[in-house]
């Protein structure tokens, strides 16, 4: 689906007479666009998160079932030099995660919908290339701290009540590369990242030989997420 999305970018890119970013000499928009020191915008997209375990023995594992949510958030950028962007990028991430506990013959212990709500706060380092007309890719990468409003972390409840408990605060690093399209009033930017959390998420059921959380000696998020910045 991803790859579906590329192509569909790439070719309305080439279709479009007003932006002519792959002709020979096209008319180049925006032209002062990334001289200015400070930049404002706003991005929309959409995620697929999944975890991470780390098992203390060898059993059978967790199965995982994805699905998509959606991202919206803010970007600040400021200029270091005519390659380098320093970018703050807070933003909203909605996904939904299911996991299937082995062990269990009845649906309702073996299932638990983890549903997750992360604030995201990421500094964020972009390396451009110089500019090929009315286009110019990119690679990003970085650091920050998520909130995760749906963790359950306070709840007295654990899994033997059915409430799956992960920890609120998330550290990680994300990755991931784009091309920024210079169009005739605004510069487009559609991007692939890869998120991965450094700490461990999970807050362990009260009972220590839990069959739920158990056998976890760690647990962390990793994702895929398309955003589409509007500058």
């Known amino acids: 689906m991803i790859r579906q999305i590329w192509l569909l970018l790439f070719a309305l890119s080439l279709s479009g007479p007003e932006v002519g970013q792959f002709n020979e000499k096209p008319i180049l928009n925006l032209q002062n666009e990334d001289k200015k020191f400070l930049n404002w915008g706003y991005f929309l997209g959409f995620n697929q998160y999944d975890f ?78 110089r500019r090929l007309g009315n286009w110019k890719p990119f690679v990003i990468g970085g650091a920050g701290m998520a909130i995760n409003l749906g963790s359950n972390e306070d709840s007295l409840d654990d899994n033997s009540s059915g409430t799956f408990r992960m920890k609120r605060q998330v550290f990680n690093y994300e990755l991931g590369f784009g091309i920024d399209f210079y169009l005739e009033y605004f510069k487009f930017s559609p991007s692939i990242r890869g998120v991965f959390a450094i700490s461990d998420e999970l807050v362990p059921d009260n009972d220590p030989n839990s069959p739920w959380t158990g056998n976890i000696e760690a647990l962390r998020t990793r994702g895929i997420f398309v955003n589409f910045t509007f500058e």
């Open 52 to 129: 991470k375990f780390e098992y203390k023995n060898d059993l059978p594992d967790i199965l995982v079932s994805k699905s998509f949510g959606f991202n919206v958030g803010l970007i600040g950028e400021m200029r270091i030099n005519e390659f380098l962007d320093l970018r703050f990028e807070p933003g909203l991430f909605y996904t939904l995660r299911e996991l299937g506990f082995p062990g269990f013959t009845s649906e309702n212990e073996a299932i638990r919908e983890v549903r997750s709500t992360y604030i995201s706060f990421p500094l964020l380092l972009k390396v451009s290339t």
